[in-house]
């Protein structure tokens, strides 16, 4: 099986220029997490869906981020405009929330850098 | 805001050692994961521990959860280059709240042959 898929896996952009994230994810899964990872702030949740919904979105850094999750097999995380300390690991996971548990299952992520 | 210390930030070691990481927090935690990432990749669940004390293995891995379920602990026993990797452990809340996990920063294990 395919595990979750994310697009495109490196990008470099300069600073003010809009960035977009793909993701896919695990067929029959039906949550989403878009997280942020640094060096100094580790692994951060930025937005949770539920069923294609938005639950959680307390972790969006600001109003230059928006995320969307139009099926249940895509979703896309925008930075607009982007800036330099945006730079990080995007990372997609999704998961089947059944009887409580939560395991999380991770795509391989997006090295994003702002010039 | 639930925090998730881990320790120690980075361990080098030679292949064969053993050696233990911890995961620490003054949160209860409706249960625990411990991930492993490896360089350019996400995160990879290894194991889930639900029970205050429960131990779990897996393989060379051994998993305890903390009886009062704010601690956790991973044991490597004869460690193996394979088995360098950022290893991540990630506390889940309860009730409503059990899809959000708390990251702890990890613990950066090199193993070297």
């Known amino acids: 099986d395919a595990g979750v898929i994310q697009s495109p896996r490196h990008e470099v952009t300069e600073m003010g220029q809009e960035v977009t994230l793909r993701c896919k994810p695990i067929?029959?899964?039906?949550?989403l997490f878009w997280y942020r990872q640094t060096m100094m702030r580790g692994l951060e949740l930025l937005i949770y869906?539920?069923?294609?919904?938005?639950?959680?979105d307390s972790g969006m850094p600001e109003d230059r981020f928006s995320a969307k999750m139009p099926n249940a097999s895509f979703s896309t995380l925008k930075i607009q405009p982007s800036e330099p300390r945006d730079s990080a690991v995007y990372f997609c996971a999704s998961s089947l929330a059944v009887l409580g548990r939560n395991e999380q299952f991770f795509g391989p992520g997006t090295r994003l850098t702002v010039l | 805001t639930q925090l998730l210390e881990q320790s120690p930030q980075f361990l080098s070691i030679q292949e064969g050692e053993n050696l233990t990481v911890y995961c620490n927090s003054s949160s209860v935690f409706s249960s625990l994961q411990w991930y492993r990432q490896e360089p350019g990749e996400g995160p990879v669940l290894l194991v889930t521990?639900?029970?205050?004390?429960e131990v779990k293995k897996l393989k060379r891995l051994t998993f305890q959860f903390g009886d009062a379920r704010k601690d956790s602990s991973l044991h490597i026993t004869a460690a193996q280059p394979g088995d360098t990797g950022l290893y991540l452990c990630?506390?889940?809340?309860?009730?409503?709240?059990?899809?959000?996990?708390?990251f702890g920063k990890g613990t950066l294990l090199t193993v070297n042959p």
């Open positions: 990630a506390g889940a809340g309860s009730g409503g709240s059990n899809y959000k996990l708390t």
């Open positions: 521990v639900v029970t205050g004390g």
């Open positions: 869906f539920n069923n294609n919904v938005p639950i959680d």
């Open positions: 067929s029959g899964h039906n949550s």
